[in-house]
């Protein structure tokens, strides 16, 4: 199993992004995929995942709205699409896989490496 996120950069407030995380070693409907983000000093955040039986997607109250995540099964990838970018959202964002669809990180078996979003002026 294994987990690739991509797609991070510099944008300015305002601005959009989308990260990719590209999985192999199984199908998207064998785990459920979350995104995650750490900034520095603080805990690791749960924003979004999307179940593997039915690709329902929930997002987390701080970025519901202006975060999206969705998949693409021919690809095995998963996507979260972030609009509306703020200083705050800047962290190392992160893709894991979990039999168990939820938002809190300890319950994610598998992650991949993360990808830097800086939202800067």
């Known amino acids: 199993v294994q987990l690739q996120a991509s797609g991070g950069g510099l944008v300015q407030p305002g601005g959009s992004l989308r990260l990719s995380c590209a999985t192999s070693?199984?199908?998207?409907?064998?785990?459920?995929i979350g995104w995650f983000r750490q900034a520095p000093g603080k805990e690791r955040e749960g924003l979004s995942y999307?179940?593997?039986?039915?690709?329902?997607?929930f997002h987390a109250e701080s970025v519901k709205g202006r975060f999206t995540i969705s998949r693409d099964n021919a690809k095995n990838t998963v996507y979260l699409q972030m609009n509306s970018l703020k200083p705050e959202d800047t962290a190392v964002y992160y893709c894991?896989?979990?039999?168990?669809?939820?938002?809190?990180?300890?319950?994610?078996?598998?992650w991949g490496k993360g990808t830097l979003v800086t939202v800067s002026s």
């Open positions: 894991a896989a979990t039999n168990i669809a939820t938002m809190t990180p300890d319950w994610y078996d598998y």
């Open positions: 999307i179940r593997k039986s039915d690709g329902a997607s």
């Open positions: 070693g199984f199908t998207l409907d064998y785990y459920a």
